[in-house]
Nanobody
Framework: QVHLVESGGGLVQAGGSLRLSCEAS????????MGWYRQAPGKQRESVAS???????NYADSVKGRFTISKDNAKNTVYLQMNRLKPEDTAVYYC??????????WGQGTQVTVSS
């Protein structure tokens, strides 16, 4: 059983920055992939960024050049640095992990609100 806890969300003005953190705990913390998704009101959940166990990253086109995903294996934590935030980045951000056993885990989500 894997438990993911996100933190770092909040209210920020357009052009500002936030850093999200997601700490994993529990058993079998060897992940094939970890990532961040977001869901805005009335919209489907979408992938924002992901990082494979060997470090390869992927980003949604809408955040390329503004967001950076990274991880600290020693702390079992993945981060999402979000710069030059836009009002359209407003959403609940969820952490996701794909275990070595192909089990998928989700965090409870953290709200990010960007004011114009």
């Amino acid at each position: 059983q894997v438990h993911l806890v996100e933190s770092g969300g909040g209210l920020v003005q357009a052009g500002g920055s936030l850093r999200l953190s997601c700490e994993a705990s529990g058993r079998n913390l060897r992940f094939r992939n970890m990532g961040w998704y977001r869901q805005a009101p009335g919209k489907q959940r979408e992938s924002v960024a992901s990082i494979a166990w060997f470090g390869v990253t992927n980003y949604a086109d809408s955040v390329k050049g503004r967001f950076t995903i990274s991880k600290d294996n020693a702390k079992n934590t993945v981060y999402l640095q979000m710069n030059r935030l836009k009002p359209e980045d407003t959403a609940v951000y969820y952490c996701n992990a794909l275990g070595s056993d192909n089990a998928v885990s989700w965090g409870q989500g953290t709200q990010v609100t960007v004011s114009s």
